[in-house]
């Protein structure tokens, strides 16, 4: 019996050890899957939320243009102006906040020439999940 009983912890403690690796570690993932790559043309005026990126992360857009931020992904985005946490740069971009998976929503138009940085509120550390829109 002793046998079958360190046989069992053998097995158990190879299933958890498993599981463990499988999961990975508990720290949050702060990046993008690296199965998917960015397509978009940088003159779309759609942004793209899927795999924890947003795509394309840079685009000019004429002045008077509202840009689309599409949540293809499977969590809530906030999309916010930069600077984080204050978001005054350009206050256009607030008009999109809170994305639910499958929402999209539009920046107010952006009318004055300048760069407008951009993240996620909710995590504002991905860097995958900031970028900039340029307006000519």
Known sequence: MPYARSAAAA???AAVAGLATACGSSSP???PSTSTTCTASSTSTTITISNNAVCPQNITVPRGTQVTFMNSDSRTHEMTSDPHPEHTD???????????????????NLVVARRCGFHDHIAFEVKALQGSITIQ
């Open 11 to 13: 097995v158990a403690f």
């Open 29 to 31: 993932n702060t990046g």
């Open 90 to 108: 350009c206050p256009e971009i607030n008009a999109v906040g809170n994305l639910v998976p499958g929402q999209n929503r539009q920046t107010s």
